[in-house]
Structures are given as structure tokens and as C-alpha cells.
């Protein structure tokens, strides 16, 4: 199986000749193989596919005006036409850090440094090829900041994710403890007035979206995660459960979950927490009261685990996922079982910090 692989600089902080877009294989016996660098880019933090066409985007994660680059995805064994480039447009903010392609719209979250218009939810349109057609239009969020004067100092748009439903996304602000509703249009993404509150200080991160109308969201500020009925029109939603992100104990640093992602029968559910360094599994029940979590195990996955991956063809015993390990520069690949436990199946050191995963 091929991964791209978005990155970081190496982290003594020498930006090496090969920054960019990197090519990993996945074996079938879990052993990860490094296939070098697919395309040059600086500051390539975030990869994601179109959701039909062969292109790849990734993000330029800069300051004070980032930017995303559009690549043709050609020959994936040839390095000189795994990814042609094709264009790159204005994300509309600052440290544009995940996106999430629509098809017809490129939905950019740009953390900013929380100076007036650097921290938006921009949105690129894209041609019919999938190609950036022109910059972001840039959507700003208005709401109280948190309590954590260092990280909620202003809004800080951290992810964007599509509903199950194709007709609204939900944005994850880290600085004012919200998520937001977007209703899609043709004319593209548009604010319809509905956010839901989370925790004050807790820094929603990542959401994933059920059908039921709940939400499971990464909290990075308070390190737990939560089940939130959403809102609609006129009612505000309600928060049902919150848990501690993993249950291995702090250490003297912090404690950031990440990244989160459900597995493919919807059954279990894997956070990313930094500091402790392990990838958290929990169950995901459905009954007469809802969805609740219930923790499972924590498994050891590298230093820093930013975001990480489910591969497809998983089954109700066991899945396999890829960890984008940023502070010890590896990819993890784990093999989960049903109850939680984790196997390690491999680990490759990259000269680049991994930062994310996308299988193909």
C-alpha cells in the first residue's frame, strides 16, 4: 500500500534539501519502506486526496499567509511523476494546518498566530480538474476566547471536517472552545449561525462526525475526549461524555491529544495523545443512550504522535494503522486488536518530522 506523507523540517531545525511530500510503502508483511521525496514543498504539514479525482493537495504551513499546492498524482514508482505539481493558491490565513476537499470546494483551517485575519477557515474552489481556480475566500469566527490565554487568545481554527449527511461541515476552534456549522452551497461554504460550546478551555482540535448527529471530538487543552450531541436550529446541543484521552499518566510535560479516527465498522476509535506518546483505542457503543466511549488500551507509538491513519481493509478483530511519530521522525505502524492491545509491526526513521498520513 503507497502513503503519502506530509512533514516537517528536520527538528535540529536544518531545513534538509528534501523537504516536501514523501512516498512510503506499507508491505504486506507491515513492513513500512521509504520511497524518498514526491514532490519538493516547505513546510508540507498536511497532505488529503481529492475525493475523485487523481490530485493531491498539501499545505505550505507558513506565516503570516500560507498557502496549498495542488499535485497531479501520476506514476507513484516513477519519483519524477509521482506528483506533478499543478498549482498553488493563498490558504486566506496563517499556519494552515488541515483541509478537508469537498470536490467542488478546498476547505482550509488556518491556526493563524491569532493576529486579526491570520486565524480563518478559508475555503479554495476548485476547476472541474481539481485544480485551485483562485485564492481562499477567507470565513472568520466571532466567540468569546478560552481560558488559556497562551493558546485562546483569538480564534484558532484547527480542523474542518464534511458531515455524513454531504450538507454542512463542522470547524473545530481551538480558541474559543467552539464548533462551527457550515451549510455547503453551490456558490460554496457559507456560516448558517449554528456552533455548538464545548468546555470552556477544553481546545477542541479534530472532530469525527456520526450520523446519528454526534460528534467525537479531540480536546487538546483539557486532554480528553468528547461526545457531543450537535446542535440545529434552535437548540444548542448538549456535551453527553467526556474522558481522559488515555489513561497512562502525564509526565512533567503536556498532555495533547491529536489526531482521532474511527475504524472502519464504526466500532472503535483511536486518539493520538502527545506527551504520553501512545495511540489511545476505545470502544464505540451505540444504544438506547446514544454513543458512548468506553477506553480500551494505550499502546506505545513514538515520540509525538501528530496524526496517524486507519488503513482500509480492516475487520472486526484487528485493524492496522500508520503513526506519523513528528518528534522522534518515524512512522509507526501498529496492528490493533479488538480488545485494544496493540502489536507493533514496524518502524521507519524518516529525515524529515512525518506530520501526516494518508493511505491510498
Do not use: K, N
Not at 162 to 180: K, R, S
Not at 293 to 317: I, K, M, N
Request: glycine share 12%; net charge negative; proline share 8%.
Amino acid at each position: 500500500m503507497r502513503l503519502w506523507i506530509g512533514t516537517y523540517p528536520s527538528q535540529d531545525g536544518v531545513v534538509p534539501a528534501a523537504e516536501g511530500v514523501w512516498r512510503v510503502d506499507l508491505l504486506d508483511d507491515g513492513t513500512l519502506v521509504d520511497r524518498g521525496r514526491a514532490a519538493p514543498l516547505a513546510q508540507a504539514s498536511f497532505v488529503a486526496l481529492h475525493p475523485t479525482l487523481p490530485v493531491l493537495y498539501a499545505t505550505q504551513e507558513l506565516e503570516p499567509q500560507g498557502a496549498v499546492a495542488a499535485f497531479a498524482i501520476g506514476d507513484p514508482d516513477d519519483s519524477a511523476t509521482a506528483l506533478r505539481p499543478l498549482a498553488t493558491a493563498s490558504a486566506g490565513g496563517g499556519f494552515p494546518c488541515h483541509l478537508e476537499p469537498l470536490g467542488a470546494e478546498l476547505l482550509v483551517s488556518c491556526y493563524g498566530s491569532g493576529a486579526p485575519g491570520s486565524a480563518v477557515l478559508g475555503s479554495v474552489p476548485l476547476a472541474t480538474d481539481g485544480t485551485p481556480a483562485a485564492a481562499a475566500r477567507v470565513h472568520a469566527h466571532d466567540g468569546a476566547t478560552g481560558p488559556h490565554a497562551d493558546r485562546q487568545d483569538a480564534s484558532h481554527v484547527h480542523s474542518a471536517t464534511l458531515a455524513p449527511d454531504g450538507a454542512h461541515a463542522w470547524a473545530a476552534d481551538l480558541g474559543t472552545d467552539q464548533l462551527v456549522r457550515y451549510r455547503i452551497t453551490d456558490g460554496g461554504i457559507e456560516q448558517d449561525g449554528v456552533t455548538m460550546a464545548m468546555p470552556a478551555g477544553s481546545g477542541p482540535r479534530h472532530l469525527v462526525l456520526l450520523p446519528e448527529g454526534v460528534a467525537i471530538v479531540a480536546c487538546e487543552l483539557d486532554s480528553t475526549v468528547a461526545v457531543v450531541r450537535l446542535p440545529g436550529e434552535g437548540d444548542a446541543g448538549e456535551v453527553l461524555q467526556v474522558l481522559p484521552a488515555c489513561a497512562t499518566p502525564a509526565g512533567d510535560g503536556p498532555s495533547q491529544p491529536a489526531h482521532l479516527t474511527l475504524d472502519g465498522t464504526g466500532t472503535r476509535l483511536h486518539v493520538g495523545v502527545r506527551g504520553q506518546d501512545v495511540l489511545a483505542t476505545f470502544a464505540v457503543a451505540r444504544g438506547t443512550d446514544g454513543v458512548t466511549l468506553a477506553h480500551l488500551a494505550d499502546t506505545p507509538c513514538g515520540q509525538w504522535p501528530r496524526h496517524h491513519a486507519v488503513l482500509p481493509g480492516g475487520t472486526a478483530s484487528a485493524d492496522v494503522v500508520v503513526v506519523a511519530a513528528q518528534g522522534s521522525h518515524e512512522l509507526v505502524a501498529i496492528e490493533i486488536g479488538a480488545d485494544g492491545s496493540g502489536r507493533e509491526l514496524s518502524r521507519l526513521t524518516l529525515p524529515v518530522r512525518p506530520s501526516c498520513v494518508v493511505p491510498v
